[in-house]
Structures are given as structure tokens and as C-alpha cells.
């Protein structure tokens, strides 16, 4: 057994993300074996994800505030406090704060056998995409 070292958090760039949005990393592979990836990230009202997908999947754990997550279809879904988002393996998705609220959610992956193909990122989402009918609550 070992204790993971803590990092910082950062801010994440701005070609992949639209406003302010934060990182704070949980737990990353450390070796060969090792695939799970658990981050802490934190929304700004209405950041959001630029298109993105994952290789292996993604599940999204909302711990406050308002998520929003969009599809290619136009599906976009409203989560709170305490629901998981399931994004599939190979679905193009984005996942933000609603407007009006801050959005924290645990972001957990499974990395690829090449890191660089866990997450492919795409263009950003379109204010229009983001102002999508909502499901949900």
C-alpha cells in the first residue's frame, strides 16, 4: 500500500474548455497496471468542455451544483448532487455548469493503453448547443 502524492490544482486550458474551469487530480495512473483516472473538476457558471470523447468511457459524479451534458444528438441532459452521468465509450460529448449555478462533478475514466488516445478533443460547443432543451430536472 502507498500514499498517492497530492498535485495542484490547474486551471484548465482554453482550447478545450469555454470559461473558467478547474482541476484538481484525485488519482492518475502510477504505473503499467494502473488505468483508473479520477479528477475534481470545478465549473465556473456556464463553463463548459469543448466536444470531447474518451476512448474508454467516462462516468461524471455530481457533487454540487447544476451539470449539464450534451450529445451529438442535441440531447442534453441536467444532473445534481449525488446522480452519475454515464458517457460511453466513444460518444462525442460536453459537460458544463448550468448558467446561473457553480458545478462540481468527480470526472472517472479509464485510461487507454496510449494515454494520448484516452481523450480526443474536438471543436467547441456553440452557445446554441449549449442552450439546448434540457432533460432531466
Known amino acids: 500500500m502507498r500514499v498517492l502524492p497530492q498535485t495542484s490544482t490547474t486551471k484548465n486550458p482554453a482550447a478545450q474548455f469555454t470559461g473558467d474551469v478547474w ?5 492518475s495512473p502510477q504505473d503499467g497496471d494502473q488505468r483508473t483516472v479520477v479528477g475534481r473538476v470545478r465549473f465556473a457558471p456556464g463553463a463548459r468542455t469543448a ?7 467516462q462516468f461524471l459524479h455530481v457533487t454540487s451544483g447544476v451539470a449539464l451534458v450534451g450529445t451529438r444528438d442535441g440531447e442534453v441532459v441536467q444532473a445534481l448532487p449525488g446522480e452519475t452521468v454515464d458517457c460511453p465509450p ?24 496510449d494515454p494520448v488516445q484516452s481523450t480526443t478533443w474536438l471543436e467547441h460547443v456553440t452557445d446554441t448547443e449549449y ?7
Request: aromatic share 6%.
Open 131 to 137: 442552450a439546448a432543451p434540457r432533460t432531466g430536472r
Open 90 to 113: 466513444g460518444e462525442q460529448h460536453w459537460h458544463g455548469a448550468a448558467p446561473d449555478s457553480f458545478m462540481e462533478h468527480l470526472a472517472i475514466s479509464e485510461g487507454a493503453d
Open 51 to 57: 466536444w470531447h470523447v474518451h476512448a474508454r468511457g
Open 23 to 27: 482541476l484538481d487530480m484525485i488519482v
